[in-house]
């Protein structure tokens, strides 16, 4: 093993015996966003877009964002390993495969209409 | 060899300390993986539903308690705070703080599911539980929805989204019924002072569950309680 690698070596175990302790102001920063987050949420819900669809939109884009925040600071996946970073992008992207194939067929039938009708 | 291995959490089929809890803190994710699977198809199912009766989800969804559920979002989320904050004071050792800060987020949960029972007890004394005993004729779309055939596709489908509501609320306060005394067992072992800066993996796994119960209720929160009167 070369110097260098073993410093790298060392290096790791050092960060892996110390892991990151996340300040309690980010801690409090995410909480306060998460509270505003919900506010805009019930609001938004009361303002007329003009389409349903962009209510919807609005409220899911607040609602992955703030599920965002809990999960890279509340969960600390921020500061995770590659390999829970690698479970937690496996999890979402199963959802995502889930969600993509079952609207893939619900959410369009009738987009062609009943042939002869 | 590292002096974490003389530590008594330490269990000898790992290399050291924090190979034993990066493989517990993997084996959680593995777990909320399956969970939001589990959760998923749930809100498949929703989306499925309300795409197809969106007046039925709309009129519905104007019978739950937007206040109580707001109010219920705050909670939790605070709880989560709380949560993270056990977390903090676990890697930092102190044993008094720990404690504190799990039975705040006890405190806090519960919180959560006494509104929840409120807002429970409310549907049943409104007959707007799915079954025999449901009433769908006050939640007002004679006013609104002029055909009486339609009208009456929409009263039928309103007891999909009860279903819905119930059960996706449902599995969620599950999951926190499930979650408060797990968390009391570990804030008796953090008490017993079992956890310090070198292992608290059962501290951050509890936090992890917790917090996933939370971005479950982000979602539920808008999906169910603001429903946009689809046009």
Same mark, same amino acid.
């Given at each position: ?5 073993? *410093? *790298? ?49 609005? *409220? ?43 609207? *893939? ?13 | ?15 050291? %300390? ?5 493989? $517990? ?16 198809? %749930? ?15 709309? !009129? ?7 206040? %109580? ?6 909670? /939790? ?36 599911? #006494? ?18 005993? !449901?009433?769908? #004729?006050? /939640? ?5 929805? $002029? ?6 596709? $929409?009263?039928? $489908?309103?007891?999909?989204? !009860?279903? /819905? ?8 306060? %599950?999951?926190?019924?499930? #979650? ?45 309680? /603001? ?5």
């Amino acid at each position: 093993m070369t110097d260098h690698a073993a *410093a *790298a070596d060392h290096a790791e175990a050092h960060e892996h015996a110390h892991p990151h302790i996340v300040p309690v102001r980010t801690y409090i920063l995410v909480f306060l966003a998460l509270m505003v987050g919900t506010a805009i949420t019930v609001g938004a819900s009361y303002v007329d877009f003009g389409h349903s669809y962009l209510n919807n939109l609005v *409220a899911l884009l607040i609602a992955f964002t703030k599920a965002t925040l809990v999960v890279l600071f509340f969960m600390h996946v921020k500061y995770s390993s590659k390999v829970t970073q690698l479970a937690v992008g496996s999890g979402f992207a199963f959802l995502v495969i889930l969600f993509f194939f079952t609207f *893939a067929d619900y959410l369009t039938r009738g987009w062609l209409g009943t042939p002869g009708s | 060899m590292s002096s974490s291995t003389h530590h008594p959490a330490y269990v000898h089929h790992f290399e050291n %300390l924090s190979e034993q809890k990066e493989a $517990a803190t993997f084996g959680m994710w593995v777990f909320i993986a399956q969970e939001v699977l589990f959760f998923g198809g %749930l809100f498949a199912a929703y989306a499925i539903y309300r795409n197809l009766h969106p007046e039925a989800f709309y !009129f519905g969804s104007h019978h739950l308690n937007i206040p %109580l559920g707001a109010a219920n979002t705050a909670v /939790l989320i605070f709880s989560s705070l709380t949560m993270a904050l056990a977390v903090h004071a676990a890697a930092l050792g102190k044993r008094q703080q720990i404690v504190g800060w799990l039975l705040a987020t006890v405190f806090l949960g519960s919180v959560f599911l #006494g509104v929840k029972v409120v807002e429970y007890k409310e549907k049943f004394d409104h007959h707007l539980v799915p079954g025999a005993s !449901f009433q769908a #004729g006050q /939640l007002g779309m004679a006013e609104h929805i $002029a055909d009486p055939v339609l009208r009456g596709k $929409a009263e039928r $489908a309103s007891q999909i989204y !009860f279903s /819905l509501y119930f059960s996706m609320t449902g599995l969620h306060a %599950l999951h926190m019924i499930i #979650g408060v005394p797990l968390i009391l067992w570990i804030a008796a072992r953090a008490w017993l002072g079992q956890f310090g800066p070198e292992y608290h993996s059962p501290v951050e796994i509890i936090g992890l569950y917790w917090h996933f119960v939370d971005i479950i209720w982000i979602f539920l929160f808008p999906l169910l309680y /603001l429903i946009p009167k689809p046009h």
